[in-house]
């Protein structure tokens, strides 16, 4: 059970409307992240287009009881481009949730300055200098995936069907 003064944390869902729908309440953090992960990957047919993780201290009254942790918000993905890449506070990081795709961007963990962004079924990872060109430089990786894509069957003789 939890005391006074523990931390709780709740994940809500903001729909086209601004309806908002509580997905979990949760004792910790990682908890409530494998909540919103989970959501995240079977969302394309809902409408939530955000998810407020927020952080209540139990026991706690008034406005400094919660405070709002992360904000992802739902865009299309510049890979597959269907609405599942969730975008994580301002532009911090993004990652596709649809299991045929998983595109990502996030920031270096050496250099701080610098942004990564790959595509795991291209095997491909790019340095970036921001946010917006790590989505173009996936942009590109689709645009030279699709372009290599042959136009011909490799069907010798297609009669044996």
Request: proline share 3%; hydrophobic share 35%.
């Amino acid at each position: 059970m939890a005391d006074i003064g523990d931390h709780i944390f709740s994940a809500i869902g903001i729909s086209r409307d601004e309806e908002e729908e509580t997905l979990g309440v949760m004792p910790s953090k990682e908890t409530i992240d494998e909540i919103v992960r989970g959501f995240m990957a079977n969302a394309e047919d809902t409408d939530i287009v955000e998810i407020r993780i927020e952080r209540w201290i139990i026991g706690q009254i008034g406005s400094d009881a919660k405070e709002i942790e992360t904000m992802h918000y739902r865009d299309a993905c510049p890979i597959c481009t269907r609405t599942t890449f969730w975008i994580e506070g301002e532009e911090v990081r993004a990652s596709c949730h649809h299991r045929l795709c998983r595109a990502w961007i996030e920031p270096n963990s050496i250099d701080k300055t610098r942004i990564d962004c790959g595509w795991p079924s291209s095997q491909r990872t790019e340095a970036c200098e921001d946010f917006e060109e790590a989505k173009i430089v996936l942009t590109r990786m689709r645009a030279e995936a699709e372009s290599e894509t042959p136009t011909k069957s490799s069907v010798i003789d297609e009669n044996e069907f």
